[in-house]
């Protein structure tokens, strides 16, 4: 009988990322220490410099194109799964190697031990998100596939676009307000196909949680009293729980997010 799988046998997590957001952009020449200093201390631990995007300047009375000053870095570990990416008003953590909480935790304070200093000594502390994409393949065919076994009877996910035959995609997000910050919140559900080797094609469901605690008003102080090591074990849980409840408790079980288990 066909099921879905997680793609690893303990979790889903296919990639996750830890951003934050500062206000305003640190400017150009403390920027650039920032990253010579960055890539000193990441290229120590093995991380190489990768290809980050690459913005641009166009003059509107020449035309001539030119790099944009003071643009974004990319630094790769040696197995290529972590990322970390910076800019002048914003670091990146993303890896696709997750094991469980702790070990990203560690991963992700290692890093911005290094970074967060030099950025909060010249410029606010805005946002911090986390983000998770899961994902579960279904052993089956498009002719059998029934969400029904991955997805429980929510409000979240729309169960107009869980009606459809084959393809679909849900998208939610909402504000959630407190003292000093505002939360947003983003749960999107795309089932797709996907191709498997001698297999062709087979339905998969990826699902994207998102968390991101902004500040809110007229001051940063509320915000920034709180370290970002806490807030990021709040959004952590709370991540948790969303994907719990939109999840079969079968399947909540099967990952290790019910209660008592690690994750």
């Not at 400017?27 to 920032?34: D, F, G, L, S, T």
């Not at 944009?68 to 197995?79: A, F, I, N, Q, R």
């Not at 990416?85 to 070990?103: C, E, G, H, K």
């Not at 087979?202 to 968390?211: E, K, L, N």
Request: hydrophobic share 40%; proline share 6%.
């Amino acid at each position: 009988m066909a099921e879905f799988s997680p793609i690893f046998p303990a979790h889903a997590v296919e990639r996750c990322a830890v951003s934050l957001s500062f206000r305003p952009e640190v400017p150009e020449k403390p920027y650039q220490r920032i990253l010579v200093n960055a890539r000193q201390a990441f290229e120590a631990k093995g991380f190489k410099l990768g290809q980050g995007p690459t913005g641009f300047n166009i003059n509107p009375a020449t035309g001539q194109v030119t790099p944009m000053k003071g643009g974004p870095s990319l630094l790769v570990s040696p197995d290529g799964q972590t990322q970390i990416f910076m800019a002048p008003d914003v670091i990146t953590i993303m890896t696709s190697q997750y094991l469980r909480w702790s070990n990203l935790k560690a991963q992700i304070e290692m890093i911005l031990r290094t970074l967060e200093p030099e950025y909060t000594a010249l410029v606010d502390l805005f946002a911090v998100k986390l983000e998770y994409w899961d994902r579960f393949n279904w052993t089956g065919t498009w002719d059998d596939l029934d969400v029904d076994k991955l997805l429980s009877a929510n409000q979240i996910v729309s169960a107009q676009a869980r009606s459809a035959e084959r393809e679909w995609h849900s998208h939610s997000g909402w504000f959630l307000y407190q003292d000093g910050s505002r939360r947003l919140v983003n749960v999107n559900v795309n089932v797709q196909g996907i191709l498997r080797p001698g297999a062709g094609e087979s339905p998969s469901v990826a699902i994207y949680t998102m968390m991101q605690d902004e500040a809110f008003g007229p001051s940063l102080e509320l915000f920034e009293r709180e370290p970002v090591s806490s807030k990021l074990d709040v959004l952590h849980e709370e991540l948790k729980a969303i994907l719990e409840g939109i999840l079969l408790p079968e399947v909540s079980h099967k990952i290790g997010l019910r209660k008592g288990r690690s994750h």
